[in-house]
């Protein structure tokens, strides 16, 4: 299996990050023989952006 890393910058897009992991799940697990990888990096975020990667963590392939 070929390994996809997507790296995304965010800063307080608390109300934007559920639906962006779901519409990249959805579009990559399409693909026949790839896994994927997100990895988040905090732009100093001061909402609950880094609370919800968390939670989704536990659905999704995330490092933040």
């Known amino acids: 299996m070929k390994l996809i ?3 995304f910058s ?3 897009e ?3 990050l559920e639906e962006l ?6 579009a990559i697990s399409k693909l026949d023989n790839y896994n994927y990888e997100l990895i988040f990096v905090n732009d100093d975020s001061d909402d609950n952006s880094e609370e919800i990667l968390t939670k989704l963590q536990k659905n999704f ?3 933040l």
């Open 21 to 26: 992991v779901k519409r990249v799940d959805n």
């Open 5 to 7: 890393s997507l790296i």
């Open 61 to 63: 392939p995330i490092t």
């Open 14 to 16: 608390e109300n934007n």
């Open 10 to 12: 965010f800063k307080n």
